[in-house]
C-alpha cells in the first residue's frame, strides 16, 4: 500500500514558520497522509493548516512531538521505510523503484541533521547533490514515488475547487 507520512526534523518557530506551514501544505496537496513536526508546538501552523483543510478538503494530520528517533523507531515497527531526502544521499533517480508499493517515513531536515539520522534511516536519497530547498525535495521526492498521479487528486469535503483552463479564472464554491 502506497503511503507517505513526513517527518520534518528540528523546526524552530522563529526561524522555520513559514518552511515548514509550506512543507505541510506541499505534503497534503502532493498524497502524503500527515506531517509530524519534531521541535517547538507552533499552533500558527496548525491552525494554518487545518485552514486550509477546512477551504480545500481531504484528510491531512499534524502532530508535533519531542522524539525524532521515537518516531522514526515507532515507524519502522510499523513496516515503514524510513527515507531521509539529504544532498548526501543515493541519487534519487536510481532508488525510487524500490520505494514505489511500500509505505514511506520520508524525513526533511530543518537544522543541522545529526549523525544518528543518517544511521537510524533506512536510505538517504538525494534529489540533487546542490543546495537547494527541502520543500523541493518533498516534492520532488512525492512526485516520483507516486509517478505523477498525485497532480489528479480529489480532496474530499472541498469547499473550493479550481477548474483548470488554458485562460482565465473558475473557481467553485460550496
Known sequence: MEEVVVLRYGHRIVRDY???????LVARAFG??????????????LNGISRIKDKWGGNFDVEFVDSWRKVVKNYQKRGYLAVHTTMYGE???KKIDGFRGKKILLILGSQKVE???YELADANISVTTQPHSEIAALAVF???YF???ELDLNFEGAKVKIIPEKKGKTVLKS
Do not use: F, M, W, Y
Not at 513559514?18 to 505541510?24: E, I, L, M, S
Open 18 to 24: 513559514r518552511v515548514t506551514t509550506h512543507c505541510g
Open 32 to 45: 502524503a497522509k500527515k506531517i509530524i513536526i519534531q521541535g517547538a508546538e507552533d499552533k500558527s501552523i
Open 115 to 117: 549523525k544518528g539520522v
Open 147 to 149: 509517478q505523477g498521479k
Open 91 to 93: 541519487p534519487l533517480q
Open 142 to 144: 512525492l512526485h516520483e
